[in-house]
Protein backbone atom coordinates (compact mmCIF):
# COMPACT_ATOMS: atom_id res chain seq x y z
CA UNK A 1 0.00 0.00 0.00
CA UNK A 2 3.22 2.74 0.80
CA UNK A 3 4.60 1.97 -2.26
CA UNK A 4 1.15 2.56 -4.22
CA UNK A 5 0.73 5.92 -2.77
CA UNK A 6 4.67 6.77 -3.47
CA UNK A 7 3.83 6.04 -7.13
CA UNK A 8 0.85 7.68 -6.81
CA UNK A 9 2.29 10.97 -5.09
CA UNK A 10 5.84 11.19 -7.61
CA UNK A 11 3.40 10.39 -10.88
CA UNK A 12 1.43 13.61 -9.25
CA UNK A 13 4.45 15.82 -8.45
CA UNK A 14 6.01 14.97 -11.90
CA UNK A 15 2.41 16.03 -13.73
CA UNK A 16 2.62 19.51 -11.25
CA UNK A 17 6.17 19.99 -12.19
CA UNK A 18 5.46 19.82 -16.58
CA UNK A 19 1.95 22.04 -15.88
CA UNK A 20 3.78 24.33 -13.94
CA UNK A 21 7.27 24.64 -16.42
CA UNK A 22 4.54 25.12 -19.05
CA UNK A 23 2.80 27.47 -17.73
CA UNK A 24 6.15 29.56 -17.25
CA UNK A 25 7.67 28.75 -21.12
CA UNK A 26 9.08 32.09 -22.34
CA UNK A 27 6.91 32.40 -25.67
CA UNK A 28 10.15 33.87 -27.62
CA UNK A 29 11.39 30.63 -27.03
CA UNK A 30 8.61 29.02 -29.19
CA UNK A 31 9.49 27.24 -32.53
CA UNK A 32 7.00 28.44 -35.31
CA UNK A 33 5.76 26.44 -37.85
CA UNK A 34 7.70 28.32 -40.79
CA UNK A 35 9.24 31.58 -41.25
CA UNK A 36 7.59 34.14 -43.86
CA UNK A 37 8.57 37.25 -45.28
CA UNK A 38 5.69 39.31 -43.65
CA UNK A 39 7.71 37.77 -40.10
CA UNK A 40 10.70 39.87 -41.28
CA UNK A 41 9.19 43.04 -42.40
CA UNK A 42 10.44 45.90 -41.07
CA UNK A 43 12.97 43.66 -38.15
CA UNK A 44 16.18 44.24 -37.70
CA UNK A 45 19.00 41.40 -36.30
CA UNK A 46 22.57 40.86 -35.43
CA UNK A 47 24.83 37.97 -35.43
CA UNK A 48 27.33 35.98 -36.43
CA UNK A 49 28.50 33.82 -39.26
CA UNK A 50 30.80 30.86 -39.81
CA UNK A 51 31.86 29.23 -42.72
CA UNK A 52 35.57 28.38 -43.06
CA UNK A 53 35.74 29.16 -46.89
CA UNK A 54 35.46 32.80 -46.44
CA UNK A 55 37.94 35.32 -46.11
CA UNK A 56 37.37 35.93 -42.62
CA UNK A 57 35.51 32.69 -41.25
CA UNK A 58 33.99 34.03 -38.37
CA UNK A 59 32.32 37.50 -38.97
CA UNK A 60 29.61 39.04 -36.93
CA UNK A 61 26.85 40.04 -39.27
CA UNK A 62 23.80 42.36 -39.51
CA UNK A 63 20.51 42.41 -41.14
CA UNK A 64 17.46 44.87 -41.87
CA UNK A 65 14.83 43.71 -43.97
CA UNK A 66 13.40 46.88 -44.85
CA UNK A 67 10.35 45.23 -46.74
CA UNK A 68 9.31 41.46 -47.58
CA UNK A 69 11.37 41.84 -50.50
CA UNK A 70 14.50 43.69 -49.74
CA UNK A 71 17.07 44.25 -47.43
CA UNK A 72 20.14 45.23 -45.88
CA UNK A 73 23.34 43.48 -44.53
CA UNK A 74 26.46 44.81 -42.91
CA UNK A 75 29.10 42.09 -43.07
CA UNK A 76 32.05 43.11 -40.47
CA UNK A 77 34.59 44.67 -42.80
CA UNK A 78 32.43 45.40 -45.34
CA UNK A 79 30.02 48.08 -46.67
CA UNK A 80 26.52 47.50 -46.66
CA UNK A 81 25.16 45.69 -49.15
CA UNK A 82 21.82 46.03 -50.37
CA UNK A 83 19.93 42.35 -50.96
CA UNK A 84 16.79 41.08 -52.16
CA UNK A 85 15.64 37.72 -50.74
CA UNK A 86 12.53 35.22 -51.61
CA UNK A 87 11.48 32.71 -48.70
CA UNK A 88 10.31 29.17 -49.85
CA UNK A 89 9.30 26.64 -47.19
CA UNK A 90 11.97 26.35 -45.36
CA UNK A 91 14.42 28.07 -47.15
CA UNK A 92 15.36 31.47 -47.96
CA UNK A 93 17.50 32.15 -51.13
CA UNK A 94 19.36 36.17 -51.54
CA UNK A 95 20.24 37.79 -54.55
CA UNK A 96 23.22 36.56 -56.72
CA UNK A 97 25.50 40.01 -55.77
CA UNK A 98 24.87 39.32 -51.60
CA UNK A 99 28.25 38.48 -50.28
CA UNK A 100 28.73 35.03 -48.48
CA UNK A 101 24.79 34.87 -49.07
CA UNK A 102 23.95 33.97 -52.69
CA UNK A 103 24.81 30.90 -54.13
CA UNK A 104 23.09 28.15 -52.85
CA UNK A 105 19.50 28.39 -50.47
CA UNK A 106 19.72 28.96 -46.88
CA UNK A 107 18.07 26.43 -45.24
CA UNK A 108 16.26 28.15 -42.06
CA UNK A 109 17.15 25.51 -39.27
CA UNK A 110 15.60 27.01 -36.65
CA UNK A 111 13.37 30.81 -35.73
CA UNK A 112 11.80 31.90 -33.20
CA UNK A 113 10.20 35.47 -32.64
CA UNK A 114 13.82 36.27 -31.26
CA UNK A 115 16.52 34.12 -33.22
CA UNK A 116 16.88 33.01 -36.57
CA UNK A 117 19.48 29.78 -37.48
CA UNK A 118 20.51 29.51 -41.23
CA UNK A 119 22.65 26.95 -42.31
CA UNK A 120 23.87 26.72 -46.05
CA UNK A 121 25.80 23.08 -47.87
CA UNK A 122 24.83 21.21 -44.67
CA UNK A 123 25.43 18.13 -46.48
CA UNK A 124 28.30 18.85 -48.14
CA UNK A 125 31.03 16.66 -48.00
CA UNK A 126 33.17 19.39 -48.16
CA UNK A 127 33.08 20.90 -44.49
CA UNK A 128 34.99 23.95 -45.07
CA UNK A 129 31.79 24.94 -47.52
CA UNK A 130 28.76 24.09 -44.71
CA UNK A 131 28.10 28.34 -43.44
CA UNK A 132 26.34 28.93 -40.54
CA UNK A 133 24.43 32.16 -39.83
CA UNK A 134 22.97 32.88 -36.23
CA UNK A 135 20.84 35.59 -35.64
CA UNK A 136 19.29 37.31 -32.77
CA UNK A 137 16.31 40.14 -33.45
CA UNK A 138 17.19 43.37 -32.02
CA UNK A 139 14.28 45.16 -30.15
Avoid at 16 to 29: A, K, W
Avoid at 55 to 62: L, T
Wanted: hydrophobic content about 35%; overall charge negative.
Amino acid sequence: MYKQKTRFYSVLLLILCNIILISCSNDDELQTDSLTPQDLYQTSWRGRGHCDAWAYPDMAVGMQFISTEKGQVIWENYNPIDVTYTIEGKYITFNSTAQYLAGSPWLIKSYTKNHITLIQNEASPDKEKIAVIELDKIE
